[in-house]
């Protein structure tokens, strides 16, 4: 989101340099519960690309040389996005609506959407109803990319402070914290969790690497060896427990008399401080795709190129067509991660 190049400026190349394919990696289960086990991080991460967001669609107007720096990133996007292939077919599908989803969004912007007062807005509010979650991300990503100077004050809020969230609200009343739970957790509320389908799952931790796993529950032993990544059934089993519990009793007492809680009243109690802390959907459930989560971590980290294998592992480019430092002062115009047009598309 810095300052970088002009549009479609091509950056020479040391001679024999291979700075188009960056760094390679292939990665799997093993980095999914990563963002389970960091809410407050995670909260960072999502709040800090909502603020960005708010600041690019607050914008009352664009200038032509904006609009134009955004038509060429949208077309740079669709390019980064042919380079995608998976061998998963759900992946395949995927990626297939993610270019149905530029095409339209390029007609949309050829028609005119950026005409009108405040078009981030105008056109992130149309993005909401026509275009599929992965073209509204990409969106987002794409309206950026003219505004480093409006946005590069924020990556310093993105880092946390893991203990500050550790230490448990004792003095908090048992109906403060069933309206918690009946805010933040409704989602998890309104599962069936006595359906085999809905704890299908089980995290775990490999004997052989000490890498987490994911098991079958009713058709494995891993039940015994479950690590705490289901926030939601324990969510629901939390407010199944409260439920004979005077809503004056302090959760400090609570806890006393059911320590097995402790871990599920932590995490509700930041998420109450932290509006995205949770995700919010069922990580044991039989439809789970661990590679959502995978995708989902590995954006923040600068991945640019996605090439998923299954829905449980993906193989990625890091620094894909980064600049050399010394090339660094003389780019003007961000967009770097995603790849050059020939000179006739620009």
Not at 13 to 26: H, M, Q, T, V, Y
Not at 79 to 99: M, T, Y
Not at 102 to 125: F, K, N, S, T
Not at 247 to 268: K, M, S
Request: glycine share 6%.
């Amino acid at each position: 989101m810095a300052e970088a190049r002009a549009p479609g400026r091509a950056v020479k190349l040391e001679p024999g340099a291979r700075r188009a394919f960056g760094i390679g990696n292939s990665t799997g289960l093993g980095m999914a519960p990563f963002l389970l086990n960091h809410p407050i991080l995670l909260n960072n991460w999502i709040e800090t690309c909502e603020i960005a967001l708010a600041r690019v669609r607050a914008l009352p107007a664009i200038t032509a040389a904006e609009a134009q720096a955004f038509r060429i990133m949208l077309r740079r996007g669709r390019r980064n996005v042919d380079d995608w292939h998976s061998e998963h077919p759900i992946q395949c599908d995927k990626i297939a609506g993610l270019k149905s989803d530029l095409d339209r969004l390029a007609a949309h912007i050829e028609a005119g959407a950026l005409d009108a007062a405040q078009p981030w807005d105008r056109l992130y509010r149309w993005a909401e109803t026509s275009l599929s979650l992965k073209g509204q991300e990409l969106l987002v990503a794409l309206m950026m990319e003219p505004y480093g100077a409006l946005v590069d004050d924020l990556p310093m809020r993105m880092s946390a402070d893991e203990n500050a969230g550790f230490r448990i609200e004792g003095g908090m009343t048992v109906a403060r914290l069933r309206d918690i739970l009946k805010s933040d957790y409704a989602w998890a509320l309104g599962i069936d969790w006595d359906s085999p389908e809905a704890q299908a799952r089980a995290w775990y931790v490999s004997a052989e690497k000490l890498e987490p796993r994911l098991g079958e529950r009713h058709l494995e032993p891993v039940a015994a060896y479950e690590q705490p990544l289901a926030p939601g059934r324990d969510a629901a089993l939390l407010f199944e427990a409260l439920k004979g519990e005077d809503a004056d009793t302090r959760v400090a007492d609570f806890l006393l008399r059911r320590p097995e809680h402790r871990y599920i009243l932590r995490r509700v109690q930041i998420s109450a401080r932290h509006p995205y802390a949770e995700i919010r959907d069922n990580t044991v459930g039989a439809d789970v795709l661990p590679i959502d989560l995978l995708r989902a971590k590995l954006s923040f980290f600068g991945a640019c190129h996605f090439d998923p294998r299954s829905d449980r592992w993906v193989r990625i480019n890091m620094f894909r067509n980064a600049p050399f430092p010394h090339e660094l002062a003389e780019i003007e115009f961000a967009g770097w991660t995603y790849p050059d047009l020939p000179e006739g598309l620009l």
